[in-house]
């Protein structure tokens, strides 16, 4: 019986690709699902033999150590060099958008206290 392997709900499509590359290079013996058009299923890599297993989890274990710690040092060095996003640099590179955000959070919460606020 196959054996959730990885599932590839809210991975960017890069690391989906390294690992599929990763799996691949190794000799894994997977498969892959999507979750289809009404998302009932599961984004997912499954492995088909279940004696690989802890090889195959020891494999993503050690590449997702190495990821981490690669894009941990992309964003100190990002910090570093004053490139990193903050909120004040995305508002004044996209001003329109923000402005719209901070419309659509302030029509949600007059939306929701405006009952409460007439009963005064």
């Known amino acids: 019986m196959a054996t959730l392997l990885f599932r ?21 013996d997977t498969y892959e699902t999507h979750a289809g058009f009404w998302r009932l299923g599961v984004d997912a890599i499954w492995l088909r033999d279940p004696a690989q297993l802890d090889a195959a989890r020891e494999v993503l274990e ?18 570093a060099q004053g490139d990193a996003p903050t909120l004040w640099r995305r508002l004044w590179q996209h001003p329109v958008q923000m402005l719209l955000v901070a419309l659509a959070v302030l029509a949600m919460l007059a939306l929701t206290l405006v009952p409460f606020l007439g009963l005064i």
């Open 8 to 28: 590839l709900a809210n991975v960017t499509e890069e690391e989906a690709w390294e690992v599929r590359r990763l799996l691949d290079e190794h000799g894994f």
């Open 62 to 79: 050690r590449y997702q150590a190495e990821r981490q710690a690669r894009v941990q040092q992309e964003h100190a060095d990002r910090v």
